[in-house]
């Protein structure tokens, strides 16, 4: 069984590392697909040298690292699906830098993969430790087949909140479904996620905050 990891990134280096230093997470993924670069409309200035992203490589077998500058962020997030269906993946864990993957228990997150494979759904909750909302279930453990993508929405609601298949199902609903053969506040076994802005300057975080606020169909 092939498990991926991808990652959503722009300019948070020592976020980045915190992930990939995380040896549970590395040694049980496959392949981390970062995907770099800064949002289309966006105009602040990186904090960290942009050419120390390219040594990462280097130093971390599993990453493959893609730069896709000015682009939207629906399309940094739809690259990784790509890339995943692209390499056969059987699952592929989604993260930001800011957030990390905890393992807590190897077998029983291997097992609880084993049995998701099984299941109707392509889409699993992941219980997030929020550092402002306390704990959240985040739709971020997707199985194969990868061909659904996030759409460009015209109105207020944010682009990446629903994800489409082929045929016009948003498999997001799928997260929903399974929820209901669990109790409220499940989330897939073995694993939880943390949420963290340690690494991010005040002005970075305000920056993140104005960009969002701008761009509300992100």
């Known amino acids: 069984m092939k498990v991926a990891l991808g990652i959503n990134y722009w300019d948070d280096l020592d976020g980045l590392i915190d992930i990939l230093t995380n040896e549970t997470l590395y040694d049980f993924v496959d392949i981390i697909y970062v995907i770099n670069g800064r949002y289309e409309g966006r105009t602040d200035l990186p904090r960290y040298n ?24 629906i399309d940094k997030r739809n690259k990784y699906f790509e890339l995943a269906q692209k390499d056969e993946q059987d699952f ?9 993957v905890i393992i807590d228990d ?20 992941i219980i997030i430790d929020h550092e ?10 997707f199985k194969w087949h990868f061909d659904y993508r996030y759409r460009q929405n015209e109105g207020p609601n944010i682009s990446h909140g629903s994800i489409w298949t082929p045929e016009g199902k948003d498999i997001i609903q799928d997260m929903h479904e399974w929820r209901r053969d669990h109790a409220r506040h499940t989330g897939v076994e073995g694993v939880h996620m943390t949420h963290n ?4 300057s005040k ?16």
């Open 92 to 100: 592929l864990i989604v993260v930001d830098s800011d957030e990390n």
């Open 106 to 125: 190897v077998k029983l997150f291997d097992s609880t993969l084993r049995g998701l494979v099984k299941r109707p759904e392509r889409c699993f909750p």
């Open 50 to 73: 942009p050419d120390t992203l390219t040594d990462i490589p280097k130093i971390f077998s599993k990453v493959f690292l893609l730069n896709m500058h000015n682009k939207k962020q």
């Open 132 to 141: 402002q909302v306390t704990k959240m279930r985040v739709p971020r453990l």
């Open 197 to 200: 802005k340690k690494h991010r």
């Open 203 to 218: 002005e970075r975080v305000i920056a993140d905050r104005i960009y969002y606020d701008e761009n509300p169909t992100r």
